[in-house]
């Protein structure tokens, strides 16, 4: 069977193209050999599962261990009742044992005893031939008591651990439980010391690296014959900060759906045709992400990094949820959004409802040969914001980037279709850029806003959008400045356009708002 790029479930080496999943977590075979309980976790679809499950295939095959990775995901929907997560979660545990191990390393099973997962870990090591290791997935989707019992479960039995619990137990999750102090009522802090205290290490699986990627596409190459050129593998590391879903998934596109003829390359442009399909698409990998922009804790870190504001006074933990999610990185230069993708799709996602309550737009911007026609699209836009700014601002989620949704709806409408839209904006820099390309056309614009007892944002705006236009090599572009100081009269009244000339000596065109 024929090897293809997987962007659905764990990895499996006989019909997907990946990465050795237990070389990218070397330190653990030590960790388990000294008896240890550990805490891996890392964002969905970086691989964890994946390689857990390959170790403990390796760990078994190897007769030293019996190794095993298990689910306690059906157990999330009892948060509060213990005892019923429990028995679901064992019932589940039969049934994948049943698939991972052979019959002669299975735990005694009774199933008319109701036992809890202590007693069942309890009864399977002292009854198990090798040492036990079990890796217990999806750990963080308990919640509450449930989560609770479990932890001080696997706490109480870790003393009796080889003989009377097993050997060595991986807790594997998007957040590290061994830090949760959870309160009741679903939030994200239990109302107790940390239950499971007795973790040795707490490891994370990081994204590919620009090998791990090079290596990966190389084996497409020589499975087909298909070139994927340096270019196109630099393009991919580029956009996801090698993101083992976005990565797979970028490469799944270019070589299933843009140029399945394997006898042409594919190129960093056919990369780039590949991401907007992305993220257009909106697969679930990156809905999900999308969904998470809803929660508090998350907007309030998100909101001002996409208006290039400073960070307010946040929780540490609200700042480690965002980076365990996968929403952000930290590199030592300050929080930002984790890599290119997922910036364009960010304000995308927020400026959805935005763009679907616009009405019809006559694309006066374009000419009969449907080329773009840039100062057609400046009244174009002025029109449009005097008639529909003030209603759009007001149904904007994110109050503070109000203004930059409105105007990125507007411009998705601009580009649907013909064109793409790339966005850059960090925390502290007070902007948010957009390059707009449609056809032969490029066009770089700065958005800022005039905030209540700060000073005219002109002149920084001007200079800071020099530096952006040398970046595309253009001689012109838009400085947008929207005015959301009280007191002020009706948007439709004070919006204004004009020349001016920057720094560097470009022509800009200043639109006030």
Known sequence: MSKHFNT??????????MISPTGRLPELKALIDGENYFIIHAPRQVGKTTAM??????????GEYTAVMLSVEVGSVFPDEP???ERAILGSWQDAIDIW??????P??????????????KSWAKSSTRPLVVFIDEIDSLQNQTLISVLRQLRDGFPRRPRGFPHSVGLIGMRDVGDYKVKSG????????????????????????FTDVQNLYEQHTTATGQVLTLGAVQQAYYLTDGQPWLVNALARQATQVLVKDVNQPITAEVINQAKEILIQRQDTHLDSLAERLREERVKTIIEPILAGEDLPDVPPDDIRYVLDLGLCRDQGQGLEIANPIYKEVLPLVLSYTTRVSIGAIEPRWLNQQGELLPDELLHAFLEFWRQHGEPLLRSAPYHEIAPHLVLMAFLHRVVNGGGTLEREYAIGSGRMDICLRYGKVVMGME??????GKLDPLMKGLIQLDKYLDGLGLDTGWLVIFDRRPGLPPMGERISTEEVISPNGRTITLIRS
């Open 101 to 106: 191990l052979p019959e002669d390393l299975h």
């Open 83 to 85: 005892e019923r997560a």
């Open 108 to 121: 005694p099973f009774d199933p008319e005893r109701r036992e809890s997962i202590g007693a069942f870990l």
């Open 447 to 452: 958005l800022k806003v005039w905030r209540e």
């Open 53 to 62: 499950i390959a170790l403990a295939q390796e760990l078994t095959d190897s």
């Open 186 to 209: 679903g939030s994200e802090r239990l109302n107790t010391s940390s239950p499971f205290n007795i973790k040795a290490e707490s490891l994370t699986l990081s994204n590919f690296s």
């Open 8 to 17: 659905a479930g764990p990895c499996k080496a006989s019909i997907h193209y």
